[in-house]
């Protein structure tokens, strides 16, 4: 089992940009595929960007590409997500999960979750 913890969250102006970083516990983070998901408030939680266990390949729902780029650092057992040229539809909590099956291709892949942190981007 892994314990993930989210942070960086916070209140920006559009246009501004954050970075999101998801801790791992545990020694096999670098076998997960790793995601990030966000949940408006109101909507249903919605999918963002994956990476796969070996940071092969990286995928993203449309409305951020070119915009949002994730990475993972195995040594550091962290997951981040780059967030540019944020609009004030990008407002929600945003999570973190973890894929054991390292292809981070499905969302019912992602069993582990995170606590979530707040992004507000004020127009």
């Known amino acids: 089992q892994v314990q993930l913890v989210e942070s960086g969250g916070g209140l920006v102006q559009a246009g501004d940009s954050l970075r999101l970083s998801c801790a791992a516990s545990?020694?096999?983070?670098?076998?997960?595929?790793m995601g990030w998901f966000r949940q408006a408030p109101g909507k249903e939680r919605e999918f963002v960007a994956a990476?796969?266990?070996?940071?092969?390949?990286?995928y993203y729902t449309g409305s951020v590409k070119g915009r949002f780029t994730i990475s993972r650092d195995n040594a550091k057992n962290t997951v981040y997500l780059q967030m540019n040229s944020l609009k004030p539809e990008d407002t929600a909590v945003y999570y973190c999960?973890?894929?054991?099956?390292?292809?981070?291709?499905?969302?019912?892949?992602?069993?582990?979750w995170g606590q979530g942190t707040q992004v507000t981007v004020s127009s």
């Open positions: 990476i796969t266990s070996n940071s092969g390949r990286t």
């Open positions: 999960a973890a894929d054991p099956s390292g292809l981070a291709m499905r969302t019912a892949g992602f069993v582990y």
């Open positions: 545990g020694r096999t983070f670098s076998s997960y595929g």
